[in-house]
């Protein structure tokens, strides 16, 4: 799987976005370390706080499908800049692994890569406990 197949997938998700109050849409595409891919796409609500973000999306089908460990997951918005997760995406995403890359993307062919470490410097996993 390729960096720019993976955002494709993560772009085809933001058709199945639920956005009704920001109009913001947002696709994830989560590549497991057992080759399977795993998307998401984020779901508000108008109790803003159970509103689920496309990455979290993501990982759950991932987790529930039995898959812990990530290679890279691959983030992409309606707007015109590079999407990066969320601060709570950035803790659920370092959770499962510090090497885990991540591909902030406008669109398959433009993006920035990182490492959840440095997108969440000093961050707080299962090491610390």
Known sequence: MTDTQLI?????????SY???SKFCVGAALLGKNGKVYTGCNIESAAFGATICAERCALSTAVADGCREFETIAVISSADDYCS??????QLIFEFGQDTRVLCARNSEDYKEYKISELLPLGFGPSNL
């Open 8 to 16: 494709q997938l993560a772009e085809q998700m933001l058709s199945r």
């Open 19 to 21: 956005a009704p109050y």
């Open 85 to 90: 997760p969320c601060g709570i995406c950035r």
